[in-house]
């Protein structure tokens, strides 16, 4: 069955989602529509591409991938449709693909596909829809838009190394508070090489152990550890670290190495 995920900023509270799906169905009424998320801050697309970056990849191969993150029509956003890594994705080029992917994708075309007027408010529910329609019933990329060579590009924060140190930032906090920071497992490992560490945040608060689980401190402590995207978490066993160590989106974090 082909598979079409919505990664959106649309809630769940007004018509806009519904109409999405509506329409979808409406095209391709078998297919099977998988919500990753619709509650991206609005126009945040450094968040929906966090999500998305670390969960297409669970998906089968050519899933295709809609990405509802500002895109309201302007005479200057391209409409995109990408193949990359054995997934499609269709959005705006608006920056979210260069914060998703590690590498250049293998085939990006822009949309031509013909712009309803009575959508022209809301083209995610007219181009976007046709193009992820047509890539989930096994059309050709080709067949939707011309190749071009490049998209728009804007930088991730990245970790600092100065010395025996890590400088790192927050760039997500989840829905049970845990605060995700920009150090990834790799850059940690090839910046510790086996030394021990304590780990700097907010009130003087330190941690220098890594845990494998949440549970493997009491319940009420803080701890780290890598998650499931990879990147250094700060938690608390079955607590609010976000709220109860007062780390907020962009926050420090350093890592001192003996």
Known sequence: MAIITLTTDLGDKDIYLAALKGSILKLLPDVNIVDITNS???FNIQQAAFILKNSYHYFPDNTVHLIGIDTVY???????AIYYKNHFFVGADNGI?????DDEPEEVYEINIMQDLKFLHFPLADIFVKA??????????????????G???????????ERNLIKGAVIYIDSFQNVITNITKEFFNTIQQGRRFTLYFKR??????????????????????????DHLEIAINKGNASGLLGLNLGDSVIIEFE
């Open 151 to 161: 998209i728009e590009k804007k930088m991730n924060l990245q970790p600092v190394v």
């Open 97 to 101: 693909f260069s914060l998703m992917f």
């Open 132 to 149: 992820a329609c047509h890539l989930a019933n096994g059309g050709r990329i080709d067949e939707i838009g011309l190749r071009i060579s």
């Open 204 to 229: 003087n608060e330190t941690i220098n152990h890594l845990s494998w689980h949440y549970n493997e401190v009491p319940e009420g402590e803080k701890l780290c550890l890598f998650g499931i995207s």
């Open 40 to 42: 991206v801050s609005t």
């Open 74 to 80: 302007n005479s200057f956003t391209k409409y995109l």
